[in-house]
């Protein structure tokens, strides 16, 4: 079983467009992050809920809205895609505070046409 | 400010080489911890070890073993006789208590040739 499972795996869409990405984990983790990881590979947390609460937001455009029906799913919303907007996306769980070690789904490799 | 360098952007090995990643760090906080996740070609996040700023004893699993010195703010891996499953990128990464979130460096990939 999957312990952070992220869908889509790829998005390809045209700028412009709102496109979500979804996000669940089985592990009973309470707080959930969402990083964006650029072409160059570094990687820069967005977003991060505890207990559904949003604890973290890092500046991120507020075209950028994530949501957490419960804590175990936490999904990204982004509208009025943007070329910048292309990279992957990882959502990660943890129990506890960030201190903990966080586990990472696969990712989502979205890319802007 | 709290920050990350890994130096080294890109190692290359032969298959059997010893391989050390450097990591050092900057925060004036006494209390944090220190990560290392790999990220093999095929996507994901692998957590591999975290280290608390109270404890300095270095670490070993199988291969892969952790260096980490206070005194030059650096948690450093080495790779004993590298695989070609060793390939991927490998970041290294601090949090602060009560941060409540991961600063990364810009990671390290490692080739390892057969």
């Known amino acids: 079983d999957t312990a952070v499972s992220q869908t889509p795996k790829y998005l390809v869409t045209q700028m412009g467009n709102d496109k979500s990405i979804k996000c669940e984990q089985n592990l009973g983790h309470d707080t959930m992050y969402w990083y964006k990881q650029d072409s160059k590979k570094f990687l820069k947390i967005m977003f991060s809920?505890?207990?559904?609460?949003?604890?973290i937001n890092e500046t991120v455009p507020n075209r950028f809205s994530p949501k957490s029906p419960d804590k175990a799913h936490l999904n990204l919303h982004i509208n009025s895609l943007e070329l910048g907007d292309s990279a992957v996306y990882f959502c990660?769980?943890?129990?506890?505070?960030?201190?903990?070690?966080?586990?990472f789904g696969d990712g989502t490799r979205l890319s802007i046409l | 400010a709290q920050k990350v360098t890994q130096a080294q952007t890109e190692i290359s090995v032969v298959e059997k080489e010893d391989v050390t990643l450097d990591c050092v760090y900057e925060t004036r906080d006494t209390t944090y911890y220190l990560f290392w996740y790999k990220q093999p070609p095929s996507g994901e996040l692998v957590f591999l070890i975290r280290?608390?700023?109270?404890?300095?004893q270095n670490e070993i699993s199988g291969r892969y073993s952790w260096n980490f010195q206070k005194s030059t703010s650096s948690f450093n891996f080495t790779i004993t006789a590298s695989q070609v499953v060793d390939s991927a990128v490998y970041f290294c990464?601090?949090?602060?208590?009560?941060?409540?979130?991961?600063?990364f460096g810009t990671g390290t990939r490692l080739q390892v040739f057969p």
């Open positions: 990464a601090l949090t602060l208590v009560g941060a409540d979130k991961l600063i």
């Open positions: 809920y505890n207990n559904k609460e949003l604890i």
């Open positions: 990660a769980s943890s129990q506890g505070r960030v201190h903990r070690p966080q586990h």
């Open positions: 280290r608390n700023s109270f404890d300095e």
